[in-house]
């Protein structure tokens, strides 16, 4: 199953390094980050999984649980753990689902057949606490992904859900911001954003971000 941005995420039950995990409870009302890699035990995957261990205050910070996901057993995810917490000097503090049976595989459509017919791709998936699907990103094997550009995400996605803006291109925490096209009438304007904005071009209107 192919999910899309704004899709209700299937729940599923699953074995992790952490025990079956029910994904709805594991959620609870959170943001979830839930990332693919293909194989225990290979390179790239274990400085991905360092990364993400020592990103996790980060992640507590905007309120987003972390969850990781390969085809390999809990056994192996079990033995595999040490050697990421000696070489990538972390402790990895996030369960990492054992999908050995590929059923969540199959449900989030992480088997990319003409990369791979056995293991899963690197993909990255932001849920909602409505577990709606706001973020879906797939690199290839010999990628590592830059997690915190999935930070980078996040702070957007919280940000233009609670005001009426989106963020432009390279935007960073304390940038200006795009204020939403359809907000016209100036004393509406003037109360959402009291700090002002400039306008490029009646669809092009910065403003100072909101929240600080
Ligand atoms: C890695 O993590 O290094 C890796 C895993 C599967 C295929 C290629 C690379």
Redesign the pocket.
């Known amino acids: 199953m192919s999910l899309h941005l704004g899709d209700t995420v299937p729940d599923f039950t699953q074995d992790s390094s952490e025990g079956p995990i029910n994904f709805y409870e594991f959620a609870g009302d959170s943001w979830v980050v839930l990332i693919s890699h293909?194989?225990d035990f290979?390179?790239?995957?274990t400085t991905e999984l360092g990364e993400v261990a020592k990103l996790k205050s980060e992640f507590d910070k905007r309120g987003v649980k972390v969850i990781a996901l390969s085809v390999d057993t809990s056994e192996n995810h079990k033995g595999w753990i040490p050697d990421i917490d000696e070489t990538q000097k972390t402790q990895v503090n996030y369960p990492i689902l054992a999908d050995s049976d590929r059923k969540v595989s199959h449900l989030y459509d992480l088997i990319h057949p003409n990369a791979s017919a056995t293991?899963t791709a690197r993909t990255v998936f932001v849920i909602d606490p409505n577990k709606k699907l706001r973020l879906t990103l797939t690199y290839p094997?010999?990628t590592g992904r830059d997690f915190k550009e999935i930070l980078r995400v996040i702070d957007s996605l919280q940000l233009t859900d609670k005001y009426s803006v989106s963020t432009p291109v390279n935007w960073r925490q304390g940038d200006e911001v795009v204020i939403s096209p359809s907000i016209k009438d100036p004393e509406e304007l003037a109360r959402r954003f009291p700090k002002g904005y400039r306008e490029e071009k009646p669809y092009l209107r910065l403003t100072p971000q909101p929240d600080l």
């Open positions: 293909p194989a290979t390179p790239v995957c293991v094997a010999s």
